[in-house]
T-cell receptor, first 114, second 109 residues
């Protein structure tokens, strides 16, 4: 079974802190994604990557950056955390090509910014 | 632009009753559509995709291009169907999946 592992299940940070969310997948997938999940808003794409060192902005990239130095790891960075970034963050991966292949999701990181 | 709309945030039905979760989309090309489900304390996972024309856990969904809809249906709801359901769309050759707002389905005993 594909495993997408997010390093933290819960995180509490202070406003202005730099925050790193880590995601690792073990199935040699080319594509990796970061979404945030908010009640009533569904899943919104922050950033995605289709190859090492490649990144593309999603629908809500403001206040975030990403890093993909190795194929299996995709990091989400909050440069200066703000309270409106309190959310559930989901990482996902899939194999290359058009997205007729299913996404595999991590279990999520619930981030609270105080 | 790609957009997915799920008009119902909450849906509650009784066990054994039919269920229909609505999904409408906006996309000028030929879409690929999916339903994802998240059960309590579990990861988000794929339920079904329109290209497979499959029935999973008794659920089916038909793509209606005229009405730009991809509603999820089940004739007889079961308590274990209680979950959060998301409709999602991928454009032709696209590298990203766009999700709807989600519908929380509750099956009452």
């Amino acid at each position: 079974d594909v495993k997408v592992t997010q390093s933290s299940r819960y995180l509490v940070k202070r406003t202005g802190e730099k925050v790193f969310l880590e995601c690792v997948q073990d199935m040699d997938h080319e594509n990796m994604f970061w979404y945030r999940q908010d009640p009533g808003l569904g899943l919104r794409l922050i950033y995605f990557s289709y190859d090492v060192k490649m990144k593309e902005k999603g629908d809500i990239p403001e206040g975030y950056s990403v890093s993909r130095e190795k194929k299996e790891r995709f990091s989400l960075i909050l440069e200066s955390a703000s309270t409106n970034q309190t959310s559930m963050y989901l990482c996902a991966s899939c194999s290359s090509g058009a997205l007729s292949e299913k996404l595999f999701f991590g279990s999520g990181t619930q981030l609270s910014v105080l | 632009a790609q957009r997915v709309t799920q008009p119902e945030k909450l849906l509650s039905v009784f066990k054994g009753a039919p269920v229909e979760l609505k999904c409408n989309y906006s996309y000028s090309g030929s879409p690929e559509l999916f339903w994802y489900v998240q059960y309590s304390r579990q990861r988000l996972q794929l339920l079904l995709r329109h290209i497979s024309r499959e029935s999973i856990k008794g659920f089916t969904a038909d793509l209606n291009k005229g009405e730009t809809s991809f509603h999820l249906k089940k004739p007889f709801a079961q308590e274990e169907d209680s979950a959060m359901y998301y409709c999602a769309l991928s454009g032709q050759g696209a590298q990203k999946l766009v999700f709807g707002q989600g519908t929380r389905l509750t099956i009452n005993p």
